[in-house]
């Protein structure tokens, strides 16, 4: 099977969950990440990042409950590590900061904890909180931080009830290219 096509399959057998209290399914969180990743100008990996950062959610069981949903504080890294497995690391890279990247600019901007959504301020608890300066200059030296902050900013927006976006299918070249050829 390619990696386009288990993606593909991963996504038809859990996608259509909710994603955590918000009014859009996981697949459709994804596919808003990556639309405002577009209209962003950003380069094709960091669209697949953007559409794939919550890859680890889909390949681990999905809890419906609240308490549950402490796992989450770990699926950035799962993801990023079955992404890093059939991509490189501008793909996997972000995918594993993009949690770091919440808690990050929860210390270092000052209007960013006022726009979070009500389970996204829950969910910060769950992942430690706002980042200590120690925390904040160690997350600095990560070479792809940069592109973790933007990726979070689309993850932030892509909770729109109702946006018409690209399907998934239409990713498939994007993944393909990305994808590195079986060792
Ligand atoms: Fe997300």
């Given amino acids: 099977m390619s990696v386009a096509d288990e993606i593909f399959a991963i996504y038809a057998r859990r996608g259509s969950g909710a994603y955590f209290g918000e009014p859009v399914t996981m ?62 690391a501008p793909v ?27 389970a996204s301020v829950v969910t910060l608890k769950l992942q430690g909180g706002r980042m200590s300066p120690a925390e904040i200059a160690a997350f600095e030296r990560e070479p792809f931080h940069a592109e973790a902050v933007r990726v979070r900013r689309w993850d932030d927006r892509g909770k729109v009830a109702g946006l018409e976006t690209r399907g998934l299918a239409d990713y498939r070249g994007l993944i393909e290219m990305l994808a590195r050829a079986p060792a």
């Fill in 27 to 88: 697949l459709d969180h994804g596919l808003q990440a990556a639309h405002f990743a577009r209209i962003d100008g950003a380069a094709p990996a960091l669209v697949a990042a953007a559409l794939l950062h919550d890859i680890g959610h889909l390949i681990e069981d999905v809890p419906d409950d609240l308490a549950d949903w402490i796992s989450d504080a770990r699926h950035e890294e799962s993801g990023a590590r079955w992404l890093g497995a059939h991509f490189g």
């Fill in 92 to 118: 996997s890279e972000p995918v594993r900061l993009h949690v770091p990247a919440k808690r990050y600019l929860c210390a270092v901007d000052r209007g960013y904890f006022g726009e979070l959504s009500a």
